[in-house]
Nanobody, 116 residues
Framework: QVQLVESGGGLVQPGGSLRLSCAAS????????MDWYRQAPGKQRELVAT???????NYADSVKGRFTISRDNAKNMVYLQMNALKSEDTALYSC??????????WGQGTQVTVSS
């Protein structure tokens, strides 16, 4: 029912930055958490970052200090600021949202490629 659409991915050089956005097609009530996952070819999907309804955040060890997750509650949007990108960050990044009344919801993903 609810569609999530990610944007902001692309090709970037090592050390560069990208800002990913995830927008919901309609209002999601009582969100529990907003998450970013990523999956590279041949590897299992990894939870990269989470922001809870209370605003607390969690990050995978591999991205701590480099990535920042944030949200805009009024717009039901979630962002992922990605700095100091490394080649190993290359993956399809997908938005994931859970709520009290529905979901989980997934986006189609946006490709991030870090290469010189």
């Amino acid at each position: 029912q609810v569609q999530l659409v990610e944007s902001g991915g692309g090709l970037v050089q090592p050390g560069g930055s990208l800002r990913l956005s995830c927008a919901a097609s309609r209002r999601i009530i009582s969100i529990n958490a907003m998450d970013w996952y990523r999956q590279a070819p041949g590897k299992q999907r990894e939870l990269v970052a989470t922001i809870t309804s209370g605003g607390s955040t969690n990050y995978a060890d591999s991205v701590k200090g480099r990535f920042t997750i944030s949200r805009d509650n009024a717009k039901n949007m979630v962002y992922l600021q990605m700095n100091a990108l490394k080649s190993e960050d290359t993956a399809l990044y997908s938005c994931h949202i859970t709520s009290r009344y529905g979901g989980p919801y997934w986006g189609q993903g946006t490709q991030v490629t870090v290469s010189s």
